[in-house]
T-cell receptor
Framework: AQTVTQSQPEMSVQEAETVTLSCTYD???????LFWYKQPPSRQMILVIR??????QNATENRFSVNFQKAAKSFSLKISDSQLGDAAMYFC??????????????FGAGTILRVKS | EAQVTQNPRYLITVTGKKLTVTCSQN?????MSWYRQDPGLGLRQIYY???????DKGDVPEGYKVSRKEKRNFPLILESPSPNQTSLYFC??????????????FGPGTRLLVL
């Protein structure tokens, strides 16, 4: 079974600075998807960025980028020019492409990001 | 507008009183899932459905039931709720094709308190 670990329960960043959230995962599969979700106080789940494992190029979405290290099974999220609106819980998630797992997302425990003005 | 809806959004109930949380999607998605979110544990899959009349257990199915009689609806049933089912619940859907692996549509969440 796959597992996802987020070792940072909480992180803080100064507005306009850069912060990196860590995520590691365990799998025996060679192709899969990885995601970062943002959950603001409204509790809504918002997709921030996704990466397919066979793509070597790291995904980027505006101020958000990932450092995907497949061999190390690491998938960190970098937020540049942090804004007050970035304050939220961030979840790292894994999805197998094997239908045996029923299209399940496996989530980490989450990292609370606080942004200081 | 493409969306997943859940009702109710908030619910306080007592131990043993049967309840149903409804979930509906308007995107004709084959796959639907229920997750529960607990502090320090992230989200965990309760049940999933790959199509009408096809359902299976996720990682934490105990105490829950589901049904998929129509493609758009996937209700979560707690026959006899207990306090350890106090949680935040999410319904989610996505299409079956490869592109559907890239995304997941989440409902707004249902916060349940069982006294």
């Amino acid at each position: 079974a796959q597992t996802v670990t987020q070792s940072q329960p909480e992180m803080s960043v100064q507005e306009a600075e850069t912060v990196t959230l860590s995520c590691t995962y365990d799998t025996s599969e060679s192709d899969y998807y990885l995601f970062w979700y943002k959950q603001p106080p409204s509790r809504q789940m918002i997709l921030v960025i996704r990466q397919e494992a066979y793509k070597q190029q790291n995904a980027t979405e505006n101020r958000f980028s990932v450092n995907f290290q497949k061999a190390a099974k690491s998938f960190s999220l970098k937020i540049s020019d942090s804004q007050l609106g970035d304050a939220a819980m961030y979840f790292c998630a894994y999805r197998s492409l094997d239908m045996e797992y029923g299209n399940k997302l496996v989530f980490g425990a989450g990292t609370i990001l606080r942004v200081k003005s | 507008e493409a969306q997943v809806t859940q009702n109710p959004r908030y619910l306080i109930t007592v131990t043993g009183k049967k309840l149903t949380v409804t979930c509906s999607q308007n995107m004709n998605h084959e796959y639907m899932s229920w997750y529960r979110q607990d502090p320090g544990l992230g989200l965990r899959q309760i049940y999933y459905s790959m199509n009408v009349e096809v359902t299976d257990k996720g990682d934490v199915p105990e105490g829950y039931k589901v049904s998929r009689k129509e493609k758009r609806n996937f209700p979560l049933i707690l026959e006899s709720p207990s306090p350890n089912q106090t949680s935040l619940y999410f319904c989610a859907s996505n299409p079956r094709d490869r592109a559907g692996q890239e995304t997941q549509y989440f409902g707004p969440g249902t916060r349940l308190l069982v006294l």
